[in-house]
């Protein structure tokens, strides 16, 4: 506990993040106003004018809108990430298993995947099965798979030159059991940290991809497209750009920070 | 060293085959051809099947890739269907945007980056590596194209000083056509400087412990010399790579802020190729921009045989 204490990163970065997941869990439930509730008579409010962050060209709730926006940013990009750490781990560790030139082939293959910005595979996506939620988390998740697959392999084939997995290997232990009862345990840390950190960059990715029309159709509130709809009224509302970049740059500072200090505290050897 | 570049150099050609065949492939394996994408769900039969013959989208994918793999070694990129222009001149013309849009932001991320990285390496928990990592943490976390809004608002909302988007073109002189893309670049520049600032100070950092460091410092070279002589070159390596690394995102920061600035250059072509479902250049774009970062991470290989003479020594 005191060498949690002892990390001000990490704190910080746990209460950003638990604020963000309760603001989003919340807002499930409650919202100061109702996110879609159109009143032109008050439109582009300043904030405290009316409601507490003010309102949008529709006369919508920013504060509320930038809740529901929290939610629908981060379940987005926490399903994107759970679907690209899965599918990366399950390569590396295969990988790791197999070595020779199903690494190569792999590792190639990975090479090739993390040339293609996931903005455009999305755009690309977007052209044929239309754009949408479903359109954004595959193409952040494709992104992901070589990261994590990365990583994995890399931290796996460590853990397979150790002496138990060496022993493991010569009580005649099969691969696929060594890979369930040694290496994934022995990995698991790293898979943490990187998991927190890439979903600061999925954060980051949706928002990019909802401000280019490619997330969630509206009415949903994304805080992507709520930059988007900003643009117009950059003079007379400008806190219409400035809240909802300051969500996803403290949403995602929150998450980096975290994986940070998750670093530090899982694996003290590297501390660099 | 010959036999170390052309084995990379055979390697980044089948790199590129492959991702050209992948993307392909996946354009092929998505529902809906690019014909029926072109015209829509209004379109006859006919209309349809002529289309589809005209794009020669009745020949087998393996002849279909062939023949486009033909004409992309020639320099063909095929036909855009919304502006009725080779996509390759299209392309071409846009780069000259993007390019320089790209390398300013590069540069300036550079500029920004290395100074502060080892000023904070040098002086390591004091003031300079607070206000470092600081930097590094928040220009990390914010989205290059609110920062591109946020400049827009102060410089040219507020202040006036600059144009809030668009591009007179080259031909209107250096100055303006500079000018267009200072905010932009800056705005790209910012989260790379984030990442390359953070990587400056941890490879100084352990470069500078290194022996010989250590021996630069005791034959009675200055701190500084020591530093920026001997250390700091030395630290350059993962830095490179880092800028490598970082050039998918670069890409990606690119095709937003161009949105925001509304500058003509490829990310826009590319995002207006969508709006107007212009398959055959979104299917280009994507293409030469994976391309891109593919020959930018092997010319970073390469660097990294220059800068680095024990990879130039043993086969990696």
Same mark, same amino acid.
């Given at each position: ?40 008579? *008050? ?6 004018? %009316? ?5 949008? &060209? ?35 560790? %295969? ?30 996506? @977007?052209?044929? =099965? /239309? ?32 002496? %138990? ?7 005649? !232990? ?7 009862? *040694? ?6 840390? &790293? ?37 988007? +709809? ?21 949403? $995602? ?15 003290? !050897?590297?501390?660099? | ?9 055979? /390697? ?9 065949? #992948?993307?392909?492939?996946?354009? +092929? ?22 289309? !589809? ?16 793999? @033909? ?11 919304? %502006? ?25 991320? =550079? ?10 390496? !040098?002086?390591?928990?004091? #003031?300079?590596?607070?206000?470092? /990592?600081?930097?590094? *943490? ?34 209107? @002189? ?65 830095? $490179? ?11 990606? /920061? ?30 280009? $774009? ?13 010319? $970073? ?12 020594? @043993?086969?990696?």
């Amino acid at each position: 506990m005191s060498s949690v204490l002892r990390r001000p990163t990490f704190l910080i970065g746990l209460v950003i993040t638990l604020f963000l997941v309760s603001v989003a869990i919340v807002s499930l439930f409650w919202t100061p106003l109702s996110p879609s509730k159109m009143q032109i008579v *008050h439109k582009l409010k300043a904030p405290l004018e %009316y409601g507490l962050l003010g309102t949008d &060209q529709f006369g919508r709730d920013v504060a509320s809108m930038l809740m529901v926006g929290a939610w629908n940013s981060l379940s987005t990009s926490l399903l994107a990430v759970a679907i690209g750490a899965t599918l990366g781990t399950a390569v590396g560790v %295969y990988v790791a298993a197999m070595r020779g030139f199903t690494e190569t082939v792999v590792m190639r293959a990975c090479d090739i995947i993390f040339a293609v910005p996931p903005i455009l595979s999305a755009m690309l996506l @977007g052209a044929f =099965i /239309g754009s949408g939620r479903f359109t954004a988390i595959i193409a952040i998740a494709v992104f992901m798979v070589p990261v994590f697959a990365r990583l994995t392999l890399g931290a796996a084939n460590q853990i397979w030159t150790r002496d %138990y997995v060496t022993a493991a290997i010569g009580m005649g !232990r099969n691969r696929a059991k060594i890979t369930f009862t *040694h290496i994934l345990p022995n990995i698991s840390n &790293q898979i943490i940290v990187q998991v927190t950190i890439q979903l600061g960059l999925a954060i980051l990715t949706e928002a990019g991809l909802s401000f280019l029309g490619l997330g969630m159709p509206p009415p949903a509130p994304t805080w992507g497209r709520m930059l988007s +709809d900003a643009q117009t009224f950059l003079g007379p509302a400008p806190w219409l750009a400035l809240l909802p970049g300051l969500a996803i740059a403290i949403a $995602v500072m929150g998450l980096n920070m975290l994986g940070d200090g998750l670093r530090d505290l899982l694996d003290p !050897r590297d501390q660099t | 060293m010959i036999t170390l570049i052309a084995r990379r150099l055979a /390697g980044l050609i089948i790199t590129l085959l492959l991702v050209s065949a #992948l993307i392909f492939a996946v354009m +092929d394996f998505l529902p809906g051809d690019p014909a029926s994408v072109i015209l829509g769900t209004s379109a006859s039969a006919d209309t349809l099947a002529a289309l !589809r013959q005209d794009m020669g989208l009745d020949q087998p994918l393996v002849l279909r890739y062939a023949a486009w793999l @033909g004409g992309v070694l020639q320099g063909d990129l095929g036909q855009s269907y919304t %502006y009725g222009v080779p996509v390759a001149g299209l392309i071409a013309e846009r780069l000259a945007v993007t390019i320089p849009l790209a390398f300013i932001a590069v540069l300036l991320s =550079i500029v920004i980056a290395i100074p502060l990285g080892v000023q904070a390496a !040098r002086h390591q928990n004091g #003031l300079m590596d607070v206000v470092a /990592g600081l930097f590094s *943490h928040v220009s990390i976390a914010v989205p290059a194209f609110w920062v591109g809004l946020l400049l827009i608002i102060l410089f040219s909302t507020v202040l006036g000083w600059m144009p809030a988007g668009g591009f007179p073109g080259w031909g209107s @002189g250096f100055w303006a056509a500079f000018q267009a893309l200072l905010l932009p670049a800056v705005a790209l520049a910012l989260p790379q400087a984030g990442v390359l600032t953070r990587v400056t100070r941890s490879a100084v950092l352990e470069v500078m412990n290194e022996d010989f460091v250590r021996t630069a410092r005791s034959k009675g070279l200055s701190e500084n010399t020591a530093l920026w002589r001997h250390a700091v070159p030395n630290a350059l390596i993962p830095v $490179v790579t880092m800028l490598g690394l970082q050039f998918t995102f670069l890409i990606a /920061g690119a095709v937003l802020v161009e949105n925001v600035f509304n500058l003509p250059g490829v990310g826009r072509l590319a995002f207006q190729a969508l709006a107007q479902r212009d398959v055959v250049v979104m299917q280009d $774009v994507v293409l030469f921009f994976a391309a891109l970062v593919i020959v930018m991470n092997f010319l $970073v290989d390469l660097a990294y045989l220059i800068i680095d003479p024990r990879l130039r020594a @043993g086969v990696r």
